[in-house]
């Protein structure tokens, strides 16, 4: 039974999934789950995620969810080159480390600012309080920094001389700031090339691809948003603001 892998191409997560999937000619069905209608909140997608979050794995009756879950189950599965988790206990702890620092600090300031630039406006006609933006801004700035001298110092790569999970899953959030229109590489010449060398080595063209909804969101945000759906995020949306 082919592997399948529900995925909406506008969340980092997703594509972070996508591109290893690609990457590692690991052949999967796509079920695209269009978040901007809804689709998470259907009833046949909360038979197969009662989280209503992307991305999820199917394989067979398994179903995994959490996109780092996925990234390490497919690496086992497929036994993908070992540099991606790699078998030296200090560098996985690394990639460990790396993969649940992010969780809390760049998925977190580079969501934020997505939802905050370009999606709320979608579904709210309301002022963004300039307050609020710049609290994000500045903890995306606190963040990269750590980034910065935590993880990629010196090295070609975040845990060293070659490309593992840690860069994956990096490269997938700074490249949503992107799509909000945040210059996240302008006066940060180190991430700049490390960005240059992560795009290579997955190949300028699967990059592209995976990244083609986000950085060319006009398409997106002249989107009819279905009214219900309006009403029903509002609250959350609200909150956001706050
Ligand atoms: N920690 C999870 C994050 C999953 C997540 O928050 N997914 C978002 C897209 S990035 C989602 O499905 N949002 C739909 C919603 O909240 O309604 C992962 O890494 O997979």
């Not at 579904?123 to 609020?132: G, R, T, W």
């Not at 609290?135 to 090295?155: I, P």
């Not at 300028?204 to 002249?222: G, S, T, V």
Request: aromatic share 10%.
């Amino acid at each position: 039974m082919v592997l399948e892998l529900y995925l909406d191409m506008l969340s980092q997560p997703c594509r972070a999934v996508y591109i290893f999937a690609k990457k590692n000619n690991i052949a999967f069905m796509m079920k695209n789950i269009e978040m901007l209608k809804g689709q998470q909140f259907s009833e046949d997608f909360n038979k197969v995620n009662i989280l209503r979050k992307v991305p999820v794995l199917k394989d067979g009756d398994f179903t995994l969810e959490e996109s780092t879950a996925i990234l390490l189950y497919l690496s086992r599965k497929y036994n993908t080159p070992s540099h991606w988790y790699p078998p030296d206990m200090k560098k996985r702890g690394r990639v460990d480390e790396f993969l649940a620092w992010q969780q809390s600090t760049i998925h977190v300031s580079c969501s934020k600012i997505f939802w905050l630039k370009v999606v709320i406006p979608m579904f709210i006609n309301q002022q963004l309080p300039p307050e609020k933006l710049h609290d994000v801004t500045e903890d995306l700035t606190t963040n990269l920094q750590k980034l910065e001298d935590k993880f990629l110092r010196d090295q070609p790569f975040l845990i060293g001389t070659e490309i593992s999970l840690a860069d994956l899953v990096a490269i997938v959030e700074l490249m949503q700031c992107m799509g909000a229109g945040w210059e996240t590489f302008e006066g940060r010449p180190k991430l700049q090339e490390w960005r240059k060398r992560v795009e290579v080595f997955l190949g300028k063209e699967l990059f592209a691809e995976a990244h083609a909804r986000i950085l060319n969101n006009q398409e997106m945000r002249n989107m009819t948003i279905d009214p219900s759906l309006k009403v029903q995020l509002k609250p959350f949306l609200l909150k956001m603001m706050k």
